[in-house]
């Protein structure tokens, strides 16, 4: 592995990275919302672009073999509206066959850039190849980076972690060939494949792969807060950031981010947390069939709750429900006992309490 970095950047606005531009595409402030299945898509994207700081939103892990039979006007996984942009769509495959039929669709679609997963560690994904298991097929993984090379002029991107041992010299040469392949730039999930989300990140390896590649890096995992970020930024020297469910529990943490840390003119709002709640709930009831709606809703409010020192009463109490309106109920039931907490204790930390793998 290349030798340690130089820790030198600094967290102020002057010494962060400002914008990164890969091909066509700006990404504004440097702050890209994570791919996340079940919970990145339509209704959850536009509460973000509300409050704004977001420079590249995601689609949830789509697959490569499904896309081109999707209907992208009532797919769950597809719907977007017209505020949602720039968005990139993140395919999954296991092999070079599926990659050029799926990413015509993407530009029938208007993406904005296409990202590969090649970390997802989960034992259905892990048993076709895909995934995280890529990184353990480098040749595959060359075949398919350079299938979807050949067929975009879009940005193209591929999240990892960092592999499945400590391996530094595996990892920076599977970094190394997707750079010379053609990927534009790298998202790394600073975690092994096998470490839950309960384990601290490893921030500091981010650092060693950017010594050894040149196009931008983005650091992803455990950014919960503002000074999450900042320690991120310092620890990984990163080019940007990638949130997950530190955003979905916290839908206006980019806004924080890219005020406090970047420097963007965003006004501080006041967040109202029933009121969140009730436009994500608006957005599926408008926008899905209703067989999408109440699963998506328990999803979001599994991460939401946690604004609420007793918010698991309020996701067990949406989980059990067996309707968008009785969830609706009982959350209105939870806000109206609740009320002192509505309003979103912006700054606050949200720990990193569970572990999913
Ligand atoms: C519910 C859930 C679903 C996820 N789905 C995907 C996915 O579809 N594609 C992907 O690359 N990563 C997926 N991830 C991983 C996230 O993109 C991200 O790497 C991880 O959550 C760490 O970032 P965070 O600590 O900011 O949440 C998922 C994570 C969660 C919690």
Request: glycine content about 8%.
């Amino acid at each position: 592995m290349c030798s340690l970095m130089s820790m030198k950047a600094e967290t102020n606005v002057q010494t962060q990275p400002q914008a990164i531009q890969i091909r066509n595409l700006l990404i504004d402030p440097p702050l890209l919302l994570a791919p996340m299945a079940g919970l990145t898509h339509s209704a959850l994207r536009r509460i973000m672009i509300g409050f704004g700081g977001v420079g590249l939103l995601s689609t949830e892990m789509l697959s490569a073999k499904r896309l081109p039979t999707e209907n992208p006007r009532i797919s769950p996984y597809l719907i977007r509206t017209e505020t949602e942009s720039p968005l990139s769509y993140q395919l999954l495959t296991s092999t070079d066959k599926e990659i050029g039929r799926a990413i015509d669709a993407l530009h029938a679609m208007k993406a904005d850039a296409v990202d590969l997963n090649m970390g997802c560690p989960s034992r259905s994904v892990s048993k076709f190849g895909a995934g995280g298991m890529l990184m353990e097929r480098p040749d595959e993984a060359r075949s398919i980076v350079t299938e979807a090379r050949k067929r975009t002029a879009l940005p193209l991107t591929a999240k990892i972690r960092l592999g499945s041992d400590a391996d530094s010299g595996k990892l920076k040469t599977f970094c190394t060939m997707l750079e010379g392949e053609g990927v534009d730039m790298l998202t790394v999930h600073a975690r092994f494949k096998h470490e839950p989300f309960a384990r601290n990140p490893r921030w500091a390896y981010i650092a060693e792969i950017k010594e050894c590649i040149k196009i931008p890096v983005i650091a992803n995992g455990g950014v919960f807060s503002v000074e999450d970020a900042e320690k991120c930024l310092r620890v990984s020297v990163a080019d940007g950031l990638m949130l997950g469910r530190g955003a979905v529990i916290r839908p206006w943490l980019f806004a924080e981010i890219a005020r406090t840390v970047f420097g963007r003119d965003i006004p501080e709002r006041v967040v109202s947390l029933p009121d969140v709640y009730a436009g994500f709930f608006e957005a599926l009831n408008a926008d899905y069939r209703p067989v999408y709606r109440l699963g998506r809703l328990k999803e979001f409010t599994h991460y939401f709750a946690r604004n609420y020192k007793f918010g698991h009463s309020l996701a067990t109490r949406v989980q059990s429900s067996s309707s968008m309106d009785e969830a609706r109920e009982r959350a209105g039931t939870f806000f109206a006992n609740n009320s002192k907490e509505s309003i979103a204790a912006t700054g606050a930390k949200v720990s990193d309490n569970e572990s999913i793998g």
